[in-house]
């Protein structure tokens, strides 16, 4: 069971950056959503986890719109996103549009999308160690279906109650679920590759692993993601199924891509931000090389 810590000043340091601090994000908190938040603990540093996330995301075989530095400290950008009508973070970083078809979308939506709805626009914000994600559908609208993601990166594990500085009446309404990337799934997924676990799994780079039960208090370093969603699926029918379904299959998403994540330390670590940068455009030359290829 999860005790509070006490309020401390990195705490509060955390309150006053977060973007969900601000109130420009306060219009989405104003639609009823579920809330959860899910808690993933790795055998890394944040500074690491950023270049392993972008490693891992090099092969994305999503159609990218965007992908170009932003700052909107002073709310120059505007209030709204005129892709997905929703708040833009105050914040300045990394910022991406990707499209998504039918046939790639993530498993989580797949379950109840209808056939004739093709594409899904993500639009991600990356202020690392903080991000904000708006996932919207080219068939519903706007204020019918939206899936926000606000995530925070931090050193420790699980080390704190309120990572996103969500309110009072969030708190009573969040639900939060701790994935642990070393245990079984509770339930067998195909998509789960038994050289990938992280409980026999040794870096052949760090010497790290394998993680077992208690490694948290006899192995270093440690940091937790940790990713508050906010899923709305407008449906008097369908509501609560669709949104549980989302919740659960998001679940499983973060369960496989993390545990992928821990067990290729030995192909990202030690790799540099110019290192990733490299490998960003030789992908996306060899990507639009095919691209013209085919359209041939």
């Known amino acids: 069971m999860w005790t509070r810590p006490q309020q401390s000043a990195e705490h509060s340091l955390l309150r006053s950056r977060h973007p969900c601090s601000f109130p420009h994000l ?16 790795l055998h890394m540093t944040t500074d690491e986890f950023q270049i392993a996330e972008l490693y891992m995301t090099l092969a994305d075989t999503v159609q990218v719109l965007k992908n170009e530095p932003y700052d909107n400290r002073g709310g120059q950008l505007g209030e709204l996103s005129s892709i997905s009508q929703q708040p ?19 498993a989580i939506l797949r379950a109840f999308l209808p056939q004739g709805s093709l594409t899904l626009v993500e639009e991600t914000w990356s202020a690392f160690p903080h991000s904000t994600s708006y996932l919207t559908s080219t068939f519903f609208a706007k204020s019918k279906f939206v899936v926000t993601c606000d995530s925070v990166h931090l050193p420790g594990y699980c080390a704190h109650e309120n990572a996103l500085s969500l309110t009072k009446d969030e708190l009573k309404q969040r639900t939060v679920d701790v994935i642990h990337v070393h245990r079984p799934h509770p339930r067998p997924h195909r998509r789960l590759d038994p050289l990938q676990d992280p409980a026999t799994y040794v870096c052949t780079k760090t010497g790290r692993g394998p993680l077992q039960e208690g490694w948290e208090t006899t192995q270093t370093p440690a940091m937790t993601v940790y990713k508050v969603m906010r899923i709305r699926f407008d449906s008097a029918l369908l509501r609560h199924k669709m949104e549980d379904t989302i919740r659960d299959e998001l679940h499983t998403e973060l369960y496989v891509a993390m545990r992928k994540l821990q067990c290729m330390s030995h192909r990202w670590h030690g790799l ?11 992908f996306e030359y060899k ?9 041939r």
């Open 26 to 41: 306060r219009p989405i908190e104003q639609i009823k959503m579920i809330l959860h938040e899910f808690r993933i603990p």
């Open 88 to 106: 833009i973070p105050r914040t300045h970083g990394q910022y991406t549009v990707k499209l998504y078809s039918l046939g790639n979308v993530p």
């Open 272 to 282: 540099s931000m110019a290192d990733i940068r490299i490998l960003e455009a030789v």
């Open 287 to 295: 990507r639009g090389r095919a691209s013209s290829a085919a359209s």
